[in-house]
């Protein structure tokens, strides 16, 4: 699979801005759950205590530094939008 190593990245990101307090989607969350569980054999703890209380303009510049610096993401952005 082409750069499988953005896997945990992108479902990070994903699960971050889902448990924001305004977009909490109660599937989403199980699913990613279940993802990083099944995928990684991690939990979700430390995600979730890093997304406490936050909306959703207050985490975008850390999900967005995140994925700058381990994904191709902001390119991808760049040339789709």
Not at 44 to 68: F, Y
Request: glycine share 2%; charged share 25%.
């Amino acid at each position: 699979m082409k750069h499988s190593n953005e896997i945990p990245t992108i479902l990070a990101a994903i699960f971050a801005i889902n448990r924001t307090s305004e977009h909490e989607d109660k599937d989403i969350t199980l699913v990613l759950d279940y993802a990083f569980r099944r995928l990684y054999g991690v939990n979700t703890n430390l995600l979730i205590l890093a997304c406490l209380g936050k909306r959703k303009d207050q985490i975008m510049s850390e999900v967005m530094q995140t994925l700058k610096a381990t994904t191709q993401y902001e390119k991808y952005s760049e040339d789709y939008r």
